[in-house]
């Protein structure tokens, strides 16, 4: 069974850090990453990693954020560093398969306040 589990939200102030973490199991991900929903607006994209190490990130994230990964304990991280209020979201950990399977966690809620 595929399963995805993220922890490392909260609440921080402007300015702040915090480190997303998602421990999968079940299976081999081709690329891993995050996305992230805030209230009344369209999941979108933050940040993802191959398991070759290539990464993307939204132009908004960049240079504050760094995702990472270790394909040993098939877990990725998100660094989010330089938080705003308008990073405050539900952050999904999601994953893809060789296969193009995709599985998401169950999401952990990041709040900054201002």
């Known amino acids: 069974q595929v399963q995805l589990v993220e922890s490392g939200g909260g609440l921080v102030q402007a300015g702040g850090s915090l480190r997303l973490s998602c421990a999968a199991s079940?299976?081999?991900?081709?690329?891993m990453g995050w996305y992230r929903q805030a209230p009344g607006k369209q999941r979108e994209l933050v940040a993802t990693i191959t398991s070759e190490g290539r990464t993307n990130y939204a132009e908004s994230v960049k240079g504050r954020f760094t995702i990472s990964r270790d394909n040993a304990k098939n877990t990725v991280y998100l660094h989010v560093n330089s938080l705003k209020p308008e990073d405050t979201a539900v952050y999904y950990c999601?994953?893809?398969?060789?296969?193009?399977?995709?599985?998401w966690g169950q999401g952990t809620q990041v709040t900054v306040s201002s």
């Open positions: 079940g299976t081999i991900f081709s690329i």
């Open positions: 999601h994953a893809r398969t060789i296969s193009l399977n995709f599985y």
